[in-house]
């Protein structure tokens, strides 16, 4: 129904001099998407209220409003194009008033959980790109045709906005790290199987992926209006550095039902985990940490394992974070398992002495497009040490790419296979006691053999060596400043 739309706005996005990738076109159709839904949302309050004979009051003034400055009507209901802005008159309006008003929601706002300060964050860090105001006019009018009226016009933005996500894993530069395959996230789900009632946090959400599926799975569990109650205000809580993921995730969690998400703008690892009391502590965690990154002394200071790693410093948060008997499942590179540094030794004894590691799950190269490094799935409980690990080996049986990503019948036979840890061709158990405690090395060695490399697309080589260059640069980088 409103694919072609989402496709003209791109093709007219494509053709601004401020935009220049699928991350501009998805952080410019965000913010507009995100005012058309409010005025959506406003109006069906509006209508409860008068129904039980209250007075609504409006959150956004009336000059504010999309139907106002966005999309005013004739009479007849019909775009009236006299009164509509366009050119320069629109770009100034948008870039002088209506971003510097919405901005301001944040210091006016009660609390973070308010939609009111959802919108001062979301208009206080991202801005207005578009620098042609007749192209920001065609993009408002198609806008102004879609539709959050049913659950079957929510359904499907809500696809296609994933479908935008996607593409901009799929785009060069640091997309890849906004989107998770969404076949994995359901299989993470479905061992970690969350119920209502229970927490469920992501502290580095990117594009809200695991909190929008978790959504998706607890709704289908959900049998009464309090059990709605819980899902929209008491279960789904995330954490984003990045302004433009920030952005994101909130739309994303929006487009799948979740009208005031528990989503926070800030540098989770610049929290001390010192400062984590019970009352922040969750029973699921899911999440796929930045893996490559360095973070600046200053954070590091906030973990008792200190590390430039950002995933090692997000493991340590995350196992702070878990309630006892809580679960989590975590992606992160595979060389967490086998690096012989002091913190990643001892972070693995960690995590084996204060929770249960029950299975490791061993991704195939290309799982992540243009990330360059393979990756694994921890699984772990809280609250008792960990005595037997089972691995279990992902073989799709095809080299993995953009043209064959993961789907969800690769990953039936895990989670099947995981109810029991059943031994096969693929998974194995270790026994906790057979590790040498020098290292806490857990690499992923199968006893069946076959470990040797598949032969691999040249496209995927490239990607991974120029990942390695990156990350060669930033330690040679670190070294010249000690020098």
């Known amino acids: 129904m409103f694919e072609q739309t989402f496709k ?24 507009l998407l995100f005012l058309k839904y409010l005025e959506a949302l406003e109006y069906d309050k509006a209508g409860e209220a008068a129904l039980e004979g209250r007075t609504y009051s409006y959150i956004l003034s009336e000059q504010f409003r999309w139907s106002n400055w966005a999309a005013p009507r004739d009479a007849s209901g019909v775009l009236d194009h006299n009164a509509a802005m366009t050119g320069d008159d629109l770009r100034e309006f948008v870039n002088a008033k209506l971003f510097p008003y919405l901005a301001g929601f944040k210091q006016r706002a009660s609390g973070p959980n308010t939609i009111e300060y959802k919108i001062g964050e979301v208009f206080g860090e991202i801005k207005n790109k578009v620098q042609s105001g007749y192209n920001l006019r065609d993009v408002i009018d198609l806008v102004d045709e879609l539709r959050f009226g049913s659950q079957t016009e929510k359904h499907e933005l809500s696809h296609l906005y994933e479908a935008k996500i996607k593409n901009m894993g799929n785009a060069g530069r640091n997309g890849g790290e906004y989107y998770t395959p969404r076949p994995l996230i359901r299989a993470m789900i479905k061992v970690l ?34 059990d709605l109650a819980t899902l929209q205000t008491r279960t789904f809580y995330g954490k984003e550095k990045k302004s433009l993921a920030y952005v994101i995730a909130i739309m994303n969690m929006i487009l799948h039902g979740i009208e005031t998400p528990n989503v926070i703008h800030t540098n989770t690892l610049g929290e001390n985990i010192n400062d984590i009391q019970e009352k922040n502590r969750y029973e699921v965690i899911l999440a796929n940490p930045p893996f490559g990154g360095k973070e600046r002394k200053e954070a590091q200071q906030n973990f008792p394992i200190k590390t430039g790693e950002t995933a090692f410093l997000f493991m340590q948060h995350f196992i702070k974070s878990l309630k006892a008997g809580g679960r989590a499942a975590i992606v992160i590179k595979n060389t967490f398992l086998s690096n012989t540094d002091n913190a990643s030794t001892s972070i693995r004894k960690l995590l084996l002495e204060s929770c249960n590691l029950h299975t490791v799950l061993d ?18 409980e809280k609250g008792s040490p960990t005595r037997k690990i089972w691995f279990y080996k992902l073989n799709p049986g095809r080299n993995m790419g953009k043209t064959n990503p993961l789907n969800d019948d690769d990953m039936v036979d895990f989670v099947e296979r995981q109810k029991s840890f059943a031994d096969s061709v693929q998974s194995w158990s270790i026994e906790v006691a057979d590790i040498d405690i020098a290292t806490y090395d857990l690499s992923v060695k199968s006893p069946h053999g076959g470990d040797e490399v598949a032969s691999r697309p040249p496209q995927d080589i490239l990607d991974e060596i120029a990942a390695l260059d990156a990350e060669s640069a930033d330690v040679l980088a670190t070294i010249r400043v000690l020098l």
Not at 208 to 213: I, R, Y
Not at 363 to 380: C, N, R, S
Request: glycine content about 12%.
């Open 193 to 226: 199987d969350p119920q209502i009632g229970e927490r469920i946090y992501d502290g580095a959400c990117g594009s809200a992926g695991f909190l929008c599926e978790a959504f998706d799975y607890l709704s289908a569990k959900a049998k009464t209006t309090q």
């Open 363 to 380: 991704m195939p190269g290309g799982t992540f497009q243009g990330a360059g490094v393979k990756t694994v799935v921890l699984f772990f």
């Open 8 to 31: 003209n706005i791109d093709d007219i996005l494509h053709k601004d001099a401020g935009c220049t990738s699928e991350l501009d076109y998805t952080e410019q159709s965000s913010w």
